[in-house]
């Protein structure tokens, strides 16, 4: 029975930071990868990044590097996605997943719920 809820979204203006919680129960937490997504409306649901099972490697995308990154707390049991210099084009509905496959992220296997962000001008 793996859950992950995420939690942390909300609207920010143009400019402003959040950071995204994920809580994951269910599985080894501590052994996989941990991933993001998001989904604007009406448009496809992209890849955001990426974290391996002890946080040596993380994967940001060209669209957002430098201003999102990816961290994770295996004692807690949880990873987040920190947020900052927030555009509009960054409204979408976040999404967290787990890799179940492995310790290094090669697809989601599990998906949170995902939690909105709204980003004004």
């Known amino acids: 029975q793996v859950q992950l809820v995420e939690s942390g979204g909300g609207l920010v203006q143009a400019g402003g930071s959040l950071r995204l919680s994920c809580a994951a129960s269910?599985?080894?937490?501590?052994?996989?990868?941990m991933g993001w997504f998001r989904q604007a409306p009406g448009k496809e649901r992209e890849f955001v990044g990426s974290?391996?099972?002890?946080?040596?490697?993380?994967n940001i995308v060209d669209s957002v590097k430098g201003r999102f990154t990816i961290t994770r707390s295996n004692a807690k049991n949880m990873v987040y996605l920190q947020m900052s210099s927030l555009k509009p084009e960054d409204t979408a509905n976040y999404y967290c997943?787990?890799?179940?496959?492995?310790?290094?992220?090669?697809?989601?296997?599990?998906w949170g719920q995902g939690t909105q962000v709204t980003v004004s001008s």
């Open positions: 997943v787990a890799d179940t496959s492995g310790g290094e992220f090669r697809r989601p296997t599990y």
């Open positions: 269910g599985l080894t937490f501590s052994r996989f990868a």
């Open positions: 974290i391996n099972w002890n946080a040596a490697s993380v």
